[in-house]
């Protein structure tokens, strides 16, 4: 598939000092690697999107059963881990 492509003077000039620089042997390898770039950030976002959702549902229900604690409880656990790493950091 044959495609045209026009480039603002500045992505124009970005994909001129990539393939000047050597590590692309063409504009097409550039835009080709860019393109390939997107979509596995694209595929990222999608699949941190879901696993964030997944743990919303958790939460909520965690929540909806009571499975809550207040953020005095929240401190005292994460000043427990705080002390066990450097009690563990240090004990070395």
């Given at each position: 598939?044959?495609?045209?492509i026009r ?11 990539g393939v ?5 042997a ?5 835009v080709?690697q860019a393109v390939?770039?997107l979509?596995?950030?694209?595929a ?5 999107l ?5 743990g ?7 929540a909806?059963?009571g ?10 656990g ?15």
């Amino acid at each position: 598939m044959r495609m045209e492509i026009r480039l603002s003077p500045e992505l124009e000039a970005a994909v001129e000092r990539g393939v000047a620089s050597g590590r692309y042997a063409s504009a097409e390898e550039y835009v080709a690697q860019a393109v390939e770039m997107l979509e596995e950030r694209a595929a990222w976002r999608e699949e941190t999107l879901e696993e964030q959702r997944a743990g919303l549902e958790a939460a909520w229900q965690e929540a909806e059963r009571g499975e809550i604690f207040s953020m005095d409880e929240a401190r005292r656990g994460m000043e427990q881990m705080k002390a066990e790493w450097k009690a563990g950091r240090y004990a070395k």
